[in-house]
């Protein structure tokens, strides 16, 4: 573990002679840049946490040599501001990325392409205003998404598509949606839990909930919602849990 050593650059010849390192803790040192091919070694390592630094850019070199580890990659509580489609080009056998406290406002399209083993994806507390086409493009194995906090204002028609069917959680509390389009949710056959309090919503199309077959929770708690039509929840043969609380629902259709 370094924790609490003041380091601001990580050189790669720190873990030369570790070969068989499983758990890397990095953090709370002020960490603001790490050496090239710096985890190169790390063949056996499946838990990389860099947690509470001061990186903003991550270079892709920096996590070259990782090709083949089943990695859980924690990067909570930086500065990162934007991923491109090369950040984590080496990552291919990731399983989890945690993202979450960062200042992330832009994600390239494909950015995330090739991480077919991922299972949790968590981007919360972040700065995006927005879910554009290409977003999640190939993440078959997605199981965990978390969008909470952020200023999510627009999904854009495709932003959803090529999430596996595997997606059991889906998290948009406290963003800036205004309406719910029925395009949104449209192949998440198997989602159990989809959580949208404490957003602006105060329009949802008809067919917005329509193949949301496998849904428990649905909450749409804290919103701007003043009509319901019974239409929405017509696909619902497993939902033991609706939230409308903190609306200002006038109308049930």
């Not at 803790?25 to 499946?46: H, P, R, T």
């Not at 070259?64 to 509580?77: Q, R």
Request: glycine share 4%.
């Amino acid at each position: 573990s370094l924790i609490g050593c003041n380091l601001k650059l990580i050189f790669k010849t720190y873990f030369n002679f570790l070969n068989n390192l499983e758990i890397s803790q990095i953090a709370s040192n002020g960490i603001q840049k790490f050496e090239e091919f710096v985890f190169m070694n790390l063949k056996n390592l499946k838990y990389l946490n860099i947690v509470n630094e001061k990186i903003i850019f991550l270079d892709k070199e920096i996590f070259k040599g990782l090709e083949k580890n089943k990695l859980k990659l924690n990067l909570n509580a930086n500065y990162i501001e934007k991923i491109y489609n090369y950040t984590f080009v080496y990552l291919e056998n990731l399983i989890e990325l945690h993202l979450g406290f960062n200042h992330i406002y832009f994600i390239e399209a494909n950015a995330f392409n090739f991480m077919k083993f991922l299972t949790i994806l968590d981007l919360k507390h972040n700065r995006l205003k927005s879910l554009e086409n290409g977003i999640f493009k190939n993440l078959l194995n997605l199981i965990d998404l978390y969008l909470l906090n952020n200023q999510i204002r627009n999904i854009e028609e495709n932003a959803m598509n090529g999430i596996g069917n595997k997606l059991e959680y889906l998290i948009l509390n406290q963003n800036k949606l205004k309406f719910i389009k029925s395009y949104f949710f449209n192949e998440m056959y198997f989602l159990k839990e989809l959580h949208l309090s404490g957003n602006q919503i105060s329009s949802i199309e008809s067919n917005s909930f329509k193949n949301l077959v496998s849904l428990i929770n649905l909450d749409l708690s804290n919103n701007c919602i003043f009509q319901i039509d019974q239409r929405l929840f017509i696909s619902f043969q497993n939902l033991q849990g609706l939230d409308l609380s903190s609306n200002v629902i006038v109308k049930l259709n």
